[in-house]
């Protein structure tokens, strides 16, 4: 790995530290704030589009322009860093960029090639350029290990945040995590905290470079609470500048913004959306008015987001989805025709013999009141032509749920089949709770190339639909209304099997997010029989979570890279 | 997270560093290797294990009895970690453990709770117990988190490896990466050493406890390197004790040993398979037969194991594979046949209309050469009923790979109705090459609870079939000498789609393992539109091995665990 050439580290040179302090009166400045929504290793669109944004906000009057995290290469592109040619090529794309800075300063999130011999063979880092240059680069200390992040596996952590002169003004510079750390109070999650460092740099400003996703539950007023505290210790403004967009598991909502020497919030930027905004910080606070919105207009723009940044991203225009006429394929239809647009995406209603009538309709009208393509196709001669293939091994043994399998699995094979045909990425609708217990089918219902829904418990994905239905019936009330059923035999419920729903998600609530153990559960109250029923059904099915779709992360803590459980293992807590 | 009561960290009392040196003359001691399979999570299993070993050994004569890291929870334990009680209920069966515990100390691995209220919450730790108690504690300094390694997510390092007093003998305990410091000679992994500190202790003994999973490539000679350099440089023998068993994805191979303080090896236990073994040090060099061996035995060794650990290990008995007449099925149900006895294996043969004759006849010669039960499915019914059922939709359009998949798709639906109805794990077969180009059908042949030799390249896929036919026949010869073929439709060769294997898997070799990009392959030599055609096929099928069945790891680098690849990238290297 080649060091940067041309750059030097402000770490390396201790004359950055020592500024003249800058306590002289200072016209406010006009700072560029670009969130944008770049694609994970997409150099030279990334390029392009930070050079498109800097130059409007420069024409704009902007006197310096900030980007968030890893701008340069997307966040988070994990073992892409260790192909051979990826930071070197993405250390060309920096100084492409740089070379087209002028007087105005950009300042974007890169991985740098650690220089040093010795720990992790990069840096996430921040390139301060002007003048068509790459002036300094502020390391990142604090490295998120935990949850969905890995940094530990590629990144050498700074010992000190950068402190950069910049026409006569002392701007220090933190990465994402910089200002993340003690936030969890029981415990110190780092032993060091660049923040206490910067207070003593007697700073003009502070800039935060972010790719923090979302996840529902309080992040945004976390992160206001951070940001004005770092505005506080550091005794100037902070603009902390998020990335925004779906990038697989993870989505970004951007939400950038500013907070003045006092802590107040004075700007905030879009959710869910670019926005390249120029800030003053005498102005009058503005905000978008998504920066503040309700949990679960939240989490539908977050669905809308993620599904239409996993598709298009993808380099696919199209979705599909099978609809059963229940509530799981009727929200993610709704989400999915908001984010591709309804001429977009394609509803196939698979009926079986035991589907009830209502399951037909309610698929039929919601596909209507969404605008999508609809066609059925019916899935009893491929199930008995399946039953009567295996009647040989078969026929000596009764019914079971081989049987209900064959049937999701009949239309797993229908709808990857339409998806090869015509190009349309399947989408795949189970929600959090039945794929905690496993109360879907591995390659049936499981099939499609993204779990839009799969980390909305159920009763969740229920208030979603109610707020889909906000302005006008989207979801049939017939399906919102009509008990839950997987229809795989006849007068089948899902409460046959599982507690009720609202039981069910505070079981795993505690269980899954929170690492309870059954006793702690049972203690509050709930059926012993059911907490063990359930809690061992959540870790037997590890194996099919193991090959589930990738699913939209909206919770603290969602299946997937976030939570890593041995498929094999014995413990019974 | 409680700290463990009534033990004290030797790192947190100076004056277990400060021992009278020992340079007198001792009694050779009789120390007892314990190389067990412990199952991740099983706590009483992993308990009841530890003391059998501990008892025989002691009963043989052993004054020490030492066993792998993390022997009490299993290696690695991942996010069970972050189960509230899991850690508590871990340390309880250590002090059952310990209470057990004479006179002969047992050294053992486990999960310490953080006492410091800073860094993440655990230690990797060793136990040294004896006399019914936890004596001391040592803690591992060098944390991998790089490949399959995530311990940086969990564990908080030690600045210094623990020196314990035992019967007026210096013991330098340490763990795993703790000697595998700087082995990576382009540049130094962790800025300090554990065993440069050691060597200024005038150690008696040193300890290494390890949980080190094999893969080909010189990992045995490279353990036997640093295990004789750790000797030198301590002055004193070294004795390695690693783990042995399959758990998930990780073959831990055993290959415990001993150096002698000249840096000879002299003792080697079992690889692939437990051992008890009393080592003296002053006795004649004894090495197990499997130490070491010829690079096929391993693989063979290495899926065999890993094989029957995580079928026996999930409950199951039994293992189904579906049988093509080709090489990679006929290898895997050899592997399986070895695994878990042939009368546990079911080989079911799909045949189509397109399914040559000798696709049907070598699948039937292979379950006759391995004794294993068989039977035969067509799938021309499913497959015309799915036709039929497609064609409203697809009547217009021509056949293409939509109508390949639906082939393959049919036969993973029946062999995985055939698991459940029969409680049988189904075995998928694909190889890595065709995962790495994607030349599989997700849903189809990819169905399947484990992919046994999905990190085997097809060149190496012969190369174990022939070594599997050393005594005699078990894979017909015509499966090994006819070309490959998926017989998705007429007359296909995998030829067809893919270069020839060799050139296929040395570019695999070059782009997924060593992170090489198109231009250093093509620079080498090899047809720049093959390169270019085959590492954009790498790029564009992450997405199935995200859904793809958990891998048996045989080399540095495997699909899985320790691969990290966003799925929705844009980077062309």
Not at 67 to 74: I, Y
Not at 381 to 407: C, H, W
Request: hydrophobic share 40%; charged share 25%.
């Amino acid at each position: 790995m080649e060091a940067l050439p041309g750059t030097a580290s402000a770490l390396m040179l201790p004359e950055f530290c020592t500024f003249r302090s800058s306590l002289h009166e200072q016209r406010e400045m006009k700072i560029g704030l670009a969130q944008i929504n770049t694609t994970v290793g997409d150099l030279p669109g990334n390029r392009d589009m930070v050079l498109k944004a800097y130059r409007r906000l420069v024409d704009q009057g902007a006197e310096l322009v900030v980007f968030p995290e890893l701008a340069v290469c997307g966040y988070p592109p994990r073992d892409l860093l260790f192909k051979r040619r990826f930071v070197p090529d993405q250390l060309e794309s920096l100084r492409q960029i740089a070379k087209q800075t002028g007087a105005a300063p950009a300042v974007m999130g890169f991985v740098e090639a650690n220089p040093s011999n010795s720990g992790r063979s990069f840096h996430n880092a921040a390139a301060f350029c002007h003048d068509g240059e790459i002036r300094h680069v502020a390391r990142k200390c604090l490295l998120p290990t935990y949850d969905v992040f890995d940094e530990d596996r590629y990144f050498e952590p700074a010992d000190l945040p950068a402190v950069v002169e910049w026409n006569g003004r002392k701007v220090g510079i933190t990465v994402c995590e910089d200002i993340w750390g003690n936030i969890d109070v029981s415990r110190e999650r780092y032993p060091r905290s660049p923040i206490e460092y910067l207070k003593e740099q007697k700073l003009d400003l502070h800039l935060n470079l972010s790719a923090s996703p979302w996840h529902c539950g309080g992040k945004g007023e976390q992160r206001e609470r951070l940001v004005t505290q770092a505005s506080l210790a550091c005794g100037c403004p902070t603009l902390y500048v998020n990335a925004v967009g779906g990038n697989d598991e993870l989505i970004f909502d951007g939400r950038s913004m500013v907070s003045n020497a006092k802590g107040e919030i004075v700007s905030g930027l879009a959710a869910y959306a670019p926005e390249e905004v120029i800030v003053e910080l005498d102005q009058t606070p503005t905000f978008a008015p998504s920066f503040r919105q309700s949990p679960m207009q939240n989490i539908e723009d977050a669905l809308v987001l993620g599904l239409r940044d996993y598709v298009h991203k993808s380099g696919f225009k199209k979705a599909l989805i099978g609809l059963s006429g229940g509530i799981d394929s009727a929200v993610t239809a709704a989400i999915a025709a908001k984010a591709l647009g309804a001429e977009n995406v394609t509803g196939i209603s698979l009926p079986s013999q035991i589907s009830s009538e209502h399951s037909k309709s309610d698929a039929e009208a919601l596909a209507k009141n969404l605008g999508l393509v609809y066609h059925s196709l019916p899935i009893a001669d491929i199930v008995s032509a399946a039953e009567k293939t295996l009647s040989p091994l078969t026929q000596d043994y009764g019914r079971d749920v081989t049987e209900e399998n064959i049937q999701a699995r009949a239309r797993g094979l229908l709808l990857m089949a339409l998806s090869n045909k015509f190009g349309a990425l399947l989408l795949t609708t189970g929600n959090k709770s039945e794929l905690a217990v496993g109360y879907c089918t591995l390659y049936g219902d499981m099939c499609g190339g993204l779990a839009v829904i799969s980390d909305l418990p159920k009763v969740q994905v229920f208030e979603l639909a109610r707020h889909l239905n906000r302005d006008r019936e989207v979801i049939p009330l017939n399906t919102i209304e009509k008990p839950p059923s997987a229809e795989l035999r006849p007068d089948q419920k899902d409460e046959d099997s599982l507690p009720p729903y609202e039981i069910l998600d505070a079981i795993l609530q505690a269980y899954v997010e929170e690492g309870q153990s059954s006793q702690d559960i049972i203690a509050q109250g709930y059926d012993p029989a059911v907490v063990k029923d359930m809690i061992r059904k959540v870790d037997l099915n590890e194996y099919k979570r193991k090959q589930a779709a990738p699913g939209l992360k909206l919770t603290p803590l969602a299946f997937g890279v976030g939570r890593r459980i041995p498929i094999v293992q014995k413990y019974v807590s």
